[in-house]
């Protein structure tokens, strides 16, 4: 069976996935560190090895997303989080940086390495690499492959390959976006999200209202219709003299259906996004996937899972897995 890898952005969200049946749980600590740096999100160290506790007492794992790129001159704040990972007894540390990875390998060997999606490796020369220099044992590949090219990738390595299959979408080279740097002036390698809130304006305009990121409008709506979140790979561009959603409608991933074909492709672990989320959306969402990689597992077709009114915009796409982007 594939692994069910399950956000947690707090501990009563970790608790609630857990019991919902997730075969592992990644979350942050509260500080830079960790990409979902949220007011309100994450753990103190007492916080993770608690967690890993309660975890590991009912058979599931605690993966720790040490995401971010340090800061020249702040390295000992990203090593504390890996020792503290290590001393609360964490399954895997999830690390995108170069000098973190070398660091985690020397100071601490049997720790397990995951390479974040923030590293957006998506060939195998790339991730080869990652396991030959830094014994990266997985790899969370980034949302812009088929299901095809991640088979492909899979016959060239040795490491475990992890893949979204529900949540926000990112169609751009994951954390890299340089669109959104450039309308918000942050990173999202270091912030965390492509569209910070602080960044996010709404203003009546006649009939319409615009939607502004950094005070670049990305969408207008009549009055009254849904808004969707300013998003710069989801906006509206015009084209050839036509506008429209040129990279990706306002809408998230939901790969349920495809998880065979997944299966086939080599994939080990099936990633769920929103470590944003609430407690009841994540037990949802895990309930709901816990039962599709049974059934496929079992051979049995997929669950319908209704997850529709969960996801952005109500709707759902299968991204780039399945070739439908123009």
Known sequence: MMELVCPAGTPAALRAAVEAGAHAVYCGFADETNARNFPGLNFTPEDMAEAVTFAHARGAKVLVAINTFPRAGAEPLWHRALANAEAAGADAVILADIGLLAHAADRHPALRRHLSVQAAAANPDAINLYASAFGVRRVVLPRVLTVQEIAAINREIDVETE?????????MAEGRCSL???????????????SPASHVAYAEEGRDLAARLGGFTIHRTPKGAPAPYPTLCKGCFTSDGQTGHIFEDPVSLDATQLIPELAKAGVSALKIEGRQRSRAYVAQVVRAFRAAVEA?????????????????????TTGAYAKTWR
């Open 163 to 171: 893949v979204f299959v529900f949540g926000g979408l990112c169609v």
């Open 180 to 194: 959104s740097s450039y309308a918000t002036g942050k990173s999202p390698n270091m912030n965390g999200v492509c």
């Open 296 to 316: 496929q597992a079992a051979g049995r077709p997929m669950p319908e899972t209704m997850l529709a009114r969960l996801t952005e915009g109500q709707k759902a």
